[in-house]
């Protein structure tokens, strides 16, 4: 009976070893949580002004992460102190360095996502 015990115990040791050095090893993935906030003057946040079906808006972002933007059109995008990806209806990734402003007065990206770097 007491062989059974140590070799119990043993067993779960080793698993437990096991699984303690798995966690210590592998890396955690970054916590990444893109966040719709107030528009604000002096705020350095991603701010793009859009349009779909008649409706115009326009919204501000902050933090890194990626989030859908549901197909509207893009009129401007203002990156603030943020590096952008937008992702396009036709499967096309932008990228957009920080500090930049772009307006697309004639020919405006249906975008489907967007993703702050």
């Given at each position: 009976m007491i062989s059974k015990t140590k070799k119990a115990a043993r067993s779960f040791?080793?698993?437990?070893?096991?699984?303690?050095?798995?966690?210590?090893?592998?890396?955690?993935?970054?916590?990444f949580a893109i966040d719709h906030v107030a528009c604000r003057g002096g705020e350095n946040f991603l701010k793009i002004w859009?349009?779909?079906?008649?409706?115009?808006?326009?919204?501000?972002?902050?933090?890194?992460?990626?989030?859908?933007?549901?197909?509207?059109?893009?009129?401007?995008?203002s990156t603030g102190n943020n590096d952008l990806i937008y992702y396009d209806a036709n499967g096309d990734s932008v990228k957009i360095e920080r500090w930049h402003e772009i307006s697309f007065p004639n020919r405006p990206p249906k975008v489907n996502a967007i993703e702050i770097l």
């Amino acid at each position: 009976m007491i062989s059974k015990t140590k070799k119990a115990a043993r067993s779960f040791a080793v698993a437990f070893a096991a699984a303690a050095t798995l966690t210590m090893v592998v890396p955690s993935g970054n916590a990444f949580a893109i966040d719709h906030v107030a528009c604000r003057g002096g705020e350095n946040f991603l701010k793009i002004w859009s349009h779909s079906g008649g409706t115009q808006s326009v919204d501000c972002y902050a933090n890194g992460g990626k989030t859908s933007f549901g197909g509207w059109w893009v009129d401007k995008i203002s990156t603030g102190n943020n590096d952008l990806i937008y992702y396009d209806a036709n499967g096309d990734s932008v990228k957009i360095e920080r500090w930049h402003e772009i307006s697309f007065p004639n020919r405006p990206p249906k975008v489907n996502a967007i993703e702050i770097l």
